[in-house]
């Protein structure tokens, strides 16, 4: 188990705040280099095409990717590119060895590389994603709610089941981690922390694992050539920050330019992907300690981490300026990218401002999820707002109006063992929200499985009860209708405003409900959803017209996406923003995009010539 971002239990009120070591390296500009074609075939030892096999190739650091896949016929041709030499390149393909080498330049490009077929099956279960192994255990927990529990409190920020966390352990060192984990906000119930340590052993046995896991594979689609649109796509990776970088959220820019909030350094940066060009700027931190404003006695801060005011989520206004959630140091930030300047703005009540959207009016909504409010600033007034959400019982409405009585005894008394060991009181934590096409406010609330409605005028709130567990980020399609990520459920939700109705879809990740969508984006020129694939490694389409799914692998192991955004050209734009970051492949996260190059079955039949 991993990292903790987010102050969600009582634990978060002693402000207990996870930090990893880490660099960021100073910014730098790509090289300009000649524009190529690369292409070329896959063969296996035998000189026979593989077919969807991924090939990345990556530039000199700083690091841009350019993945794609070979046809049935085992070629591949990337787009038009500008790396800059030499290349690193990678051939991969579920039930192949990697194939990696090094390659001087497009002039000396081999026409063809070779994978050699896997034939041990412990390398072949260790090339399967994270949720593959984490089904293993959520089949052995039998009581519904306890699976719920352990979904929703053991990935919420970093995959479970991935290499560094399927591991066979002593039970005691496994209870260990669990009451860590509990410190740092994971709570659990005292009954399933007894459970675990059995089961993750069971679970993660090699001897039982491997076998299982590779006969289940070849049931499922993990080793099938994926569908053609999947072929005809290309994914393109960037470095951005350093080792231990966390570029928590993103946001694409009107220019084109990409932004990222590097939280554990307390950064924003920005990408041009044109260019390859990368800035980056310091966020004041406003005379705060590391730790921000959660720093404490239960508070054991990295001292080679920058998080005095953690940078959370952002969001562009109409003008062009990038709001953004201060969630460590409780504030909000705007950015002016002209003047490049920052301006700092307190909140005046709550604690841990979280997710933000800006309205047409150019108020920053944004949910504050450790004291259960919504929080409304109107940078031309200067008016600010912070809106008390309805508790479901006395016991989460004390917690949440004590907060600042119990952020000032974290600063006086070590709370993290009793709290740990304790019986958890789920509060009901805001968590995603979303401006709807009339102007009204949504939220969730993740650990009471409600969303809410606030008026933006009367500031009225309304909480609806959900079907499923863990709503986490919601937005609106063009007709308004509400989709919602059921994290800890595996599904895909749509809410109708107007007739209070719910639909409810299981995502199609094999195992089915094995997946833990943490957000989606609705692409409102044609509705189509959007979803994190966050335990498989992939992003996930869903169009409602046709209730068409298609998933897309991606390159990168360990790919824990967050916030999900759209270019002008429709392209998806992600990053992988595991916690802890050293668990990511490579050990530097990425952003990266998606460019389906199809918009229908169809359009790509035509485009690929029925390869």
């Known amino acids: 188990m991993g990292g903790y971002r987010g102050p969600f239990c009582i634990t978060a009120a ?76 990678r051939v991969r393909r579920v039930g192949w060895r990697d194939t990696d080498q090094s390659v001087d330049g497009w002039w000396s490009w081999p026409a063809e590389l070779t994978l050699r077929t896997e034939t041990d099956p412990a390398a072949i279960a260790n090339l399967l994603p994270a949720n593959h192994w984490l089904a293993r255990v959520l089949a052995r927990l039998d009581v519904p709610a306890e699976r719920e ?31 860590l984990m509990g410190r740092k906000g994971a709570m659990l119930s005292s009954g399933l922390r007894e459970k675990l340590p059995a089961i993750f052993n069971e679970a993660y ?11 289940a594979m070849r049931k499922t689609d993990a080793g099938a050539v994926p569908p053609r649109e999947v072929l005809a796509s290309v994914v393109e990776e960037w470095d951005l920050g350093g080792f231990g970088s966390m570029q928590h959220d993103v946001m694409v820019h009107p220019d ?13 940066h920005r990408l041009d992907p044109e260019t390859g060009a990368r800035q980056s700027w310091k966020i004041p931190d406003d005379g705060l300690p590391l730790g921000g404003v959660f720093a404490n006695k239960s508070t054991t801060p990295n001292p080679a981490s920058e998080e005095r005011v953690g940078p959370h989520s952002l969001q562009h206004d109409a003008e062009g300026n990038i709001w953004i959630t201060l969630a460590v140091g409780n504030r909000l930030a705007k950015f002016d990218p002209v003047a490049q300047s920052f301006e700092i703005v307190r909140l005046e009540a709550g604690f841990y401002p979280h997710t933000l959207r800006v309205d047409p009016r150019g108020r920053v909504w944004y949910t ?36 600042p009585f119990l952020m000032w005894l974290g600063r006086h008394v070590d709370l993290r063992g009793p709290v740990a060991e304790g019986e958890p009181v789920n509060v009901p934590t805001p968590y995603g929200i979303d401006v709807a096409p009339d102007g009204s406010v949504w939220f969730s609330q993740l650990n009471e499985h ?50 209070r109705e719910f639909e409810e879809w299981l995502l199609p990740t094999e195992p089915r409900g094995s997946e833990t969508p943490y957000a989606l984006h609705v692409d409102r020129r044609s509705d189509t959803v959007w979803i994190c694939g966050t335990a498989s490694d992939s992003m996930i389409r869903f169009e409602p017209a046709s209730e068409r799914w298609t998933r897309y692998p991606l390159p990168t192991r360990v790919t824990f996406t967050r916030e999900v955004d759209f270019d002008a050209e429709g392209r998806i734009w992600t990053s992988n923003s595991n916690s802890p970051a050293w668990q990511i492949e490579g050990g530097v996260p990425r952003v990266l995009r998606l460019d389906p190059r199809a918009e229908s079955g169809a359009t790509l039949a035509e485009t690929a010539g029925g390869s």
């Not at 990935?155 to 496994?174: A, K, S």
């Not at 309304?462 to 994290?487: A, H, K, M, Y």
């Open 14 to 89: 002693a402000g207990l705040v996870a930090l990893f070591a880490a660099s960021s390296p100073p910014a730098r500009a790509a090289v300009p280099v000649p524009e190529k074609v690369l292409s070329g075939r896959v063969v296996d030892e035998f000189g026979q095409p593989v077919a969807g096999a991924l090939l990345s190739i990556a530039s000199a650091p700083p690091v841009h990717r350019i993945s794609v896949w070979t046809d049935r016929s085992g070629h591949y041709a990337t787009p038009v590119i500008r790396l800059a030499p030499p290349y690193q390149v």
């Open 149 to 179: 529990e352990f979904t929703r409190q053991c990935t919420f920020c970093h995959q479970q089941g991935n290499r560094y966390t399927r591991l066979v352990r002593d039970e005691e060192e496994w209870r260990k981690i669990l009451l």
């Open 205 to 215: 046995a090699p001897e039982t694992a491997v076998p299982e896991l590779v006969a």
């Open 256 to 268: 084109g330019s990409l932004y990222g909030v590097d939280m554990p350094f307390d950064r924003l």
């Open 368 to 403: 504050i999820s450790a004291s259960n409010h919504v929080g409304m600033y109107d940078p031309a007034t200067g008016r600010h707002e912070e809106i008390r959400l309805p508790h479901r019982t006395w016991q989460q409405a004390m917690i949440s109006t004590s907060m």
């Open 450 to 499: 409600r969303i809410g409605r606030v008026d933006p005028e009367t500031l009225a709130v309304e909480v609806i009860d959900t079907p499923f567990p863990g709503p986490r980020r919601l937005r609106f399609d063009s007709q308004g209708r509400l989709w919602i990520p059921s994290f800890s459920a595996s599904k895909l939700a749509r809410f109708d405003p107007e007739t």
